[in-house]
């Protein structure tokens, strides 16, 4: 059978090769999809053919956009998949409206995570939000849709996105436990990091003024930002500002990184003060797998990683007060980030190893493909 992924490159390359994998090894063929990006070369590079896609993020012409889905619907009759899986929620919009377009009738969307148009209180956000809640009713409709907190699948039943029926929790894309896993803290001034997309709503600006608060209580400890800056996203933090940060010594910014688990090791607290609408962030599997104390934002989807006194601390959202205080709560404690990051670990093992979600979303193919997906692959 003929599966193919849609989502951006750079996505499909950090988040979906795991399951793409288990998809091949099965004997399947897998189409990689994507508008052309940096990335691509490293999806050829993995062995799979990858298919470009002409696809704006942040595109909002209605004619653009209806011109996009035609094109994305002429690359599935092109290609006639046995079934189409998106990620993210614009891919698995427009994705979805180009199969039924283009006659596919198996159709997975994973939503990971609802993002600006629903999660954010800006008013072009607020005037989007029901135009694309009713686009998502009539294209999710016949299609299997995967959550990853079950915060987001119970918004999208009560929208009348989705049904009971043809939604899915699977809680993320997984971590390899293997690659990603405890080392002793570093020596010297403990490091505080924040690994993401440079994004406001990630808790960028709430992050640089706890560790302001931090310094200012003379504690002695490095605030470290980790990730790429996201021009396509209106929420993006200037790259000049992040610059400014660091000259001024209030927090480093080292930009995208490929070594994360090198970049966890330097680590001693990890820190997201997210408001973003996420799904489960793949930072915080990471962290906890890395067995590193949390401070994180009590919201949908990080909280299913971090429970509070246990791997980690939960503060409000936008709070920079609670955050400083939970910070310095950690730094001043080795044996409580010792014990948390310890439980950290056994949760990630347990609940979010990779092998867990690719076979749970291998399950979604199972049962929407019955006979016609041959093996045992599930079991």
Request: one cysteine or more; hydrophobic letters at 40%.
């Amino acid at each position: 059978m003929k599966i193919l992924f849609f989502a951006s490159s750079e996505f499909l390359y950090h988040f979906s090769l795991p399951l793409a994998a288990a998809v091949r090894a099965e004997g399947h063929e897998v189409v990689l999809a994507s508008p052309p990006g940096r990335y691509a070369v490293r999806l050829a590079e993995a062995g799979f053919r990858w298919c470009p896609l002409p696809f704006e993020r942040s595109g909002i012409n209605p004619l653009r956009e209806t011109i996009t889905v035609l094109r994305v619907a002429r690359v599935y009759r092109r290609e006639r998949p046995d079934l189409v899986h998106h990620f993210t929620l614009k891919c698995a919009l427009y994705g979805s409206l180009a199969a039924h377009f283009a006659g596919i009738r198996a159709v997975v969307n994973a939503i990971t995570g609802v993002g600006y148009i629903f999660a954010s209180t800006d008013f072009r956000a607020k005037l989007l939000g029901p135009f694309v809640t009713l686009l998502c009713r009539i294209g999710f409709r016949n299609t299997q849709v995967i959550f990853q907190n079950p915060e987001n699948k119970t918004m999208f039943i009560g929208h009348g996105i989705v049904s009971e029926d043809n939604s899915h929790l699977i809680r993320g894309a997984g971590v390899d436990t293997r690659r990603f896993g405890p080392s002793p803290e570093a020596s010297g001034v403990p490091t505080v990091l924040m690994a993401g997309r440079m994004l406001w709503d990630k808790g960028v600006a709430e992050f640089v003024e706890a560790a302001r608060r931090v310094k200012r209580e003379g504690a002695m400890a490095r605030f470290v930002l980790v990730g790429g800056c996201d021009p396509e996203n209106p929420g993006a933090v200037p790259r000049e500002l992040l610059h400014q940060w660091t000259r001024a010594g209030t927090a480093e910014w080292w930009g995208q990184r490929e070594d994360m688990p090198m970049v966890f090791s330097q680590a001693h607290v990890v820190c997201l003060p997210s408001s973003y609408g996420e799904g489960v962030p793949t930072v915080l599997i990471e962290a906890a797998a890395s067995g590193r104390a949390i401070v994180t934002t009590d919201m949908p989807g990080c909280r299913e990683v971090v429970r509070h006194g246990e791997n980690g601390l939960l503060v409000p959202p936008r709070n920079p007060e609670a955050l400083a205080e939970a910070i310095a709560t950690l730094l001043k404690d080795p044996a409580l980030r010792a014990r948390m990051g310890a439980c950290g670990r056994e949760i990630a093992v347990q609940e979010f190893s990779q092998e867990r979600m690719v076979r749970e979303t291998l399950e979604v193919y199972r049962e929407l493909l019955g006979p016609k997906w041959p093996g045992d692959s599930c079991r």
